[in-house]
Structures are given as structure tokens and as C-alpha cells.
């Protein structure tokens, strides 16, 4: 009795903070968890003025998901049905998702060896017929934001960042997602912050955070309630349809004193990758992608490429040899139904065949560096790889 298991040493989150507790306890205590209903500032609100603050944003507005988040961005630039919008062919299924569900046709453009945005096909595609850019720093990797920036601008095409997985990491020192128009984050359990399900965005265009609040669902003169002054409130007043995506009391109450352990959370998952990347380094089976130089990261997790492995099923033999000592690692081509291999978003009004991500994606490795591990355990990880690409190439 009273026994508790004790947390799996290899799961992906980290406890809540205490912090979270008070907020928690007052919403049980009043029942309010929409966030219009309350008297003056709302856990929501004071998410978004505390979120805004940290990254360096002038507005920030919460939601139920960065899906959400990214779907109101596109509505919110105005376009036209079957407007179309590239992204990365390297991002997770919700970014093309978000595109179809704006009514938009997504432009897939390759990725590069070192998993950005291939910045060669990224201007052939980007002609006449190209409406906006959504850019995804998938799995925190940040592409080339002063080329694609300039791009955008000479073309005078907006550009949305989902920068879902890079909270905390910086382009140029500033925090990733600030060089678009909007920048989009994700709050789902595997991020850095934490609320099971949310999302938040950023912008500093007046239009766009007033369209947004409206969108996702401040009817009436819900937006009074957010610390925005525009008069664009005015304009767009009963001109939006409103999809009700906000976030509820109890979601921002849980992440709200998270967001001061951005810089912590950060530090250690720096520590954590450079660790294995280090071990990694070492042996001539594997290429971990440098960090462009205006980037600095924040992982959560490791990714590189298979070095001389020239068929699949060596590919296959070594994720086996890992697995059978305790590490499990995705290669992002290879497992099935998998939600980043372009190939899978059969939902996709187009089908475009994009050779080199498809390649890259055959032998790009992917391990979550969950914040629980510690450096023997991380050693060990490291150590494990190693040994089981030894195995495969030393029967090649
Ligand atoms: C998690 C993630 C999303 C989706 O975030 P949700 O909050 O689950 O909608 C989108 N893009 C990337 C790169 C992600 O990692």
C-alpha cells in the first residue's frame, strides 16, 4: 500500500513544477477554468504577457495547440482558397495539416544533408504562384531566417515560423519564431514547457494578434480582456468567423511557472547533446549536423546521419543491435506510418517526389535525450550507438 512506482528513468517529461500548485488549488477552489470567465487577469493572460516577456515578443496569444496556432496565422494573412504555402518536406504531419486546413495547397521543398531547408530548391519553387512561407524548425534546427527572410521580403510574401520545438533556441541571439510575421510554439507534453495539449504565437504586427484573438474565439468584447490596444479590435469586430481554439484556465495554470525554467531546461539539454554528440563525433559512422552559425540550439534529442551504410537492411540490422541493448532509435524513413516522411501525408492534394529528403530521411537517425538521463546513462546511450554500428560495419 502507498507504493508508488518510481518514474521511469527514460520518460520523456519532467515532474511539474510546485509553483504550479497555488493556481491549480484556485481553480478547484472556483471552478473558472474558461479563460473570459474570470475577473481581471486570468492564468491565460498572465501565460501570454509572461511568454511574451521571456521570448521578447509585443504580443503573444495562447491556444489549444501549436496546430491551432498555425492554422490562425495562415487565416489571419487573409489568403485566398488554394493560396499556395511552402514549408520544409522535413517537418511533422501537423504543419501541412495546418495548410490543408486554412484551405491552402502546401508547397513541399527539400531538405538539405544537414536538415534545413534546402535554401537551392527553396528558390526554384519560390515563384509568382507562392502566396506565404512556413518555415518549421524541425526538431529545433533552425534553417538559414536571413536568406529566407530576405526572399520573403523582396517578394513581399509573409513568412510563418513553427518554431514548435525551438523554444529557447536563438537565431542571431534572439529567440527563434521572432524573424516571421508570427511565430507558432507547441505546449504538448514532449516540448520544453509542458500542458499536456497547447499552443501559444507570437507577433508584433498589431492586425495579425487582433485577427487571431478574434479568431480563435473571443466572441463578443471578449478582447477587451487582452492587455492588446489597437483599433483594429474595431475593425474586425463580427467580420471573423470564430473557430473557438483558446486555452482553458487549468493548461496555462500548469505551464505558467514553467516558462522561468526555460534557461535551465535549455542549459541541461545543451549538456545532454553535446555529450552524445561527442561520443558520436568520434566514430566514423556518423554525421551529427553542425549548428549554422548564427543559430544556437536547445535539443531535446539527437539526430544524425548513417555514414557508409548502403542498404536498408544494414540500417535495419543496427537500429535491431541497439534495440536488443536497450536503445530504441528511429530512423525517420524507416519506421512505419511515420508522421515526418512526407510520403506518408497521403492527405496531401499534391504528391511531389522530393528525392534528397527522402534519402536523407532513409538514413537520419532520431533519439529523444530525455531530461531524466543522467551522464552515465547518457555514456552508455552513446556507447551503445557506437558499438552496434561497429557490429554491422565490421560484417558489411
Ligand atoms: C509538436 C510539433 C507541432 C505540433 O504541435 P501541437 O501543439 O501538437 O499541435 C508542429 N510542428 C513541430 C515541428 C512540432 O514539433
Redesign the pocket.
Known amino acids: 500500500m502507498g507504493d508508488q512506482a518510481a518514474p521511469a528513468k527514460h520518460q520523456m517529461t519532467e515532474p511539474l513544477p510546485a509553483a504550479a500548485r497555488a493556481d491549480v488549488d484556485a481553480l478547484f477552489e472556483s471552478g473558472e477554468l474558461f479563460r473570459y470567465g474570470v475577473e481581471g487577469d486570468s492564468p491565460v493572460t498572465r501565460l501570454e504577457r509572461t511568454f511574451a516577456e521571456a521570448v521578447g515578443a509585443p504580443f503573444a496569444l495562447a491556444v489549444n495547440?501549436?496546430?491551432?496556432?498555425?492554422f490562425l496565422s495562415l487565416k489571419a494573412l487573409g489568403l485566398e482558397p488554394g493560396a499556395r504555402v511552402i514549408i520544409p518536406a522535413f517537418?511533422?504531419a501537423?504543419?501541412p495539416s495546418?495548410v490543408i486546413h486554412a484551405d491552402c495547397v502546401p508547397v513541399l521543398v527539400e531538405t538539405g544533408p544537414d536538415l534545413r531547408l534546402d535554401l537551392d530548391d527553396f528558390t526554384r519553387k519560390f515563384d509568382d504562384s507562392i502566396d506565404a512561407v512556413l518555415i518549421?524548425?524541425?526538431?529545433g534546427h533552425i534553417s538559414d531566417m536571413d536568406a529566407i527572410k530576405a526572399a520573403c521580403d523582396a517578394r513581399g510574401v509573409p513568412l510563418i515560423e513553427?518554431?514548435?520545438?525551438?523554444l529557447g533556441a536563438t537565431w542571431r541571439g534572439r529567440q527563434s519564431g521572432l524573424v516571421g510575421r508570427v511565430g507558432?510554439f507547441?505546449?504538448?507534453s514532449?516540448?520544453l514547457l509542458n500542458a499536456g495539449?497547447?499552443?501559444i504565437l507570437v507577433t508584433a504586427d498589431e492586425d495579425i494578434i487582433a485577427q487571431t484573438i478574434l479568431l480563435s474565439g473571443a466572441y463578443e468584447h471578449n478582447w477587451t480582456k487582452h492587455p492588446v490596444v489597437s483599433d483594429r479590435f474595431a475593425y474586425w469586430q463580427n467580420r471573423l468567423p470564430h473557430y473557438n481554439m483558446r486555452m482553458n484556465n487549468l493548461s496555462a495554470a500548469v505551464v505558467l511557472p514553467q516558462v522561468a525554467e526555460i534557461p535551465r531546461r535549455v542549459a541541461e539539454g545543451r549538456a545532454r547533446y553535446g555529450q552524445v554528440a561527442a561520443i558520436l563525433s568520434r566514430a566514423p559512422w556518423f554525421d551529427v549536423p553542425r549548428a549554422l552559425p548564427h543559430e544556437h540550439r536547445a535539443p531535446d534529442s539527437i539526430q544524425f546521419g548513417l555514414v557508409g551504410f548502403e542498404h536498408d537492411d544494414q540500417v535495419r540490422d543496427f537500429i535491431a543491435r541497439a534495440a536488443a541493448r536497450g536503445v530504441k532509435l528511429d530512423v525517420f524513413g524507416l519506421s512505419a506510418d511515420n508522421a515526418r516522411a512526407f510520403w506518408n501525408w497521403k492527405f496531401l492534394p499534391e504528391q511531389a517526389e522530393l528525392p534528397k529528403t527522402r534519402a536523407l530521411l532513409m538514413r537520419s537517425c532520431d533519439l529523444r535525450l530525455p531530461p531524466r538521463m543522467n551522464a552515465e546513462e547518457l555514456d552508455v546511450l552513446g556507447d551503445v550507438i557506437v558499438a552496434a554500428a561497429a557490429e554491422v560495419m565490421a560484417g558489411r
Open positions: 495547440s501549436c496546430s491551432s496556432a498555425l517537418t511533422f501537423a504543419v495546418a518549421s524548425h524541425m526538431r513553427d518554431a514548435a520545438h525551438a507558432c507547441s505546449f504538448q514532449h516540448k495539449e497547447g499552443g
